[in-house]
């Protein structure tokens, strides 16, 4: 195994692969509940950045949905944290943020669309990932959209399985 990047060790926390433990909840005041289950995937080659993929599946029929691929970067001496950031659905982003111990609170700092994304577009993004005392993973994200102020779209829980 290639050996961790010092500049990483504060996010060693996520490395390795998560499953949602149970369905993770998807709300939106526009939208019908619904239920989710979601594998994470955090790697590193050795160079100073987390290599990441999100996948999303309906909770009852298995079918893929939404899907994120990115990389996650640390300003060296900081706890300073990027995200950057794209989504099946047409949409990159850059998220930036703190890490407070295992915590992490990052929020959107640009976003990119492909010209045909489906309406309302997403304005602005809110993500807390943390590692439980529990030793599972949470994760939070809220958004805003064209017609919707800062709201909470999901919420899941996940636990290591390598
Ligand atoms: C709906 C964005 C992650 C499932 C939506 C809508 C937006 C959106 C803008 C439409 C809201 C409206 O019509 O007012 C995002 C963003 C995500 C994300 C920015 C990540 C940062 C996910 C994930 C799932 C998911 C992980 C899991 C399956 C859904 C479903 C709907 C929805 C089922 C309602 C039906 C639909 O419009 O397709 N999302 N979403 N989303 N999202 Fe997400």
């Excluded at 994470?40 to 999100?54: A, E, M, R, Y």
Aim: hydrophobic content about 35%; aromatic content about 8%.
């Amino acid at each position: 195994a290639v050996e961790l990047n010092p500049v990483l060790k504060p996010l060693s926390w996520l490395l390795g692969t998560w499953e949602s433990d149970e369905p993770g909840e998807g709300t939106f005041p526009t939208i019908k509940p619904f239920r989710y289950t979601e594998k994470l995937h955090f790697s590193h080659v050795g160079q100073p950045v987390i290599n990441f993929t999100f996948n999303a599946f309906h909770a009852e029929s298995n079918k893929p949905l939404h899907r994120e691929c990115g990389f996650i970067r640390i300003q060296p001496g900081t706890n300073k944290v990027a995200f950057i950031i794209a989504q099946n659905s047409g949409l990159v982003e850059v998220e930036e943020g703190e890490l407070t111990g295992n915590h992490l609170k990052l929020q959107s700092q640009s976003l990119g669309r492909i010209s045909f994304a489906k309406e309302p577009h997403v304005q602005q993004i809110g993500r807390v990932l943390q590692l439980r005392p529990d030793g599972k993973l949470e994760q939070t994200v809220s958004m805003a959209t064209d017609n919707q102020p800062l709201t909470q779209h999901l919420h899941i829980t996940y636990t290591r399985s390598s």
